[in-house]
């Protein structure tokens, strides 16, 4: 059991790195569509699918630092695709909305990411492509629990 245990532990470590390699795209700061970045897209997402989204909010959404979503917001701002504005019920807390330019430059991205997305799932055998995404979500899943409170990742 524990010699297949750590045949296994070297099969994930190759899998983990192989989808490191590959989803490099996901994690760059550089524009790859439209001149946004992948997480500029997925706030430009998040927003067009709340209409309003505060900010605590796109934080936890992100699972990144307060200091790192205000770092993907401003040059949203800055290009006026997102607008920043105090919210009702709290003059401490922020809420964002699309502009009008904003909502064309995420109809655009979600266009190019939808082709992407068709090809990746044409590479894949058309009767194993629901058992294939869920199990994807599984493993995501199992590595977030898994992950929580460890100091090597």
Same mark, same amino acid.
């Given at each position: 059991?524990? *010699? ?72 949203? *701002? ?32 979600? *266009?190019?990411?939808? %082709? ?14 629901? %058992? ?22």
């Amino acid at each position: 059991m524990l *010699i297949q245990l750590k045949e296994n532990s070297a099969e994930l470590m190759e899998v983990i790195g192989g989808l490191a390699q590959v989803m490099r795209c996901c994690c760059r700061d550089e524009a790859f569509c439209e001149g946004v970045t992948f997480h500029q897209f997925m706030i430009l997402d998040a927003v067009a699918k709340k209409k309003e989204l505060h900010m605590a909010d796109l934080h936890k959404l992100l699972a990144v630092e307060k200091s790192t979503t205000t770092r993907l917001v401003n040059p949203l *701002i800055k290009k006026g695709l997102i607008q920043r504005e105090k919210a009702v019920h709290d003059s401490r807390a922020v809420k964002l909305t699309l502009t009008g330019e904003g909502r064309e430059t995420h109809r655009k991205v979600l *266009i190019c990411l939808t %082709d992407f997305f068709q090809r990746v799932l044409g590479n894949l055998p058309a009767k194993q492509r629901t %058992d294939v995404l869920e199990s994807v979500k599984m493993f995501i899943t199992a590595i977030k629990k898994s992950a929580n409170g460890c100091d090597c990742c």
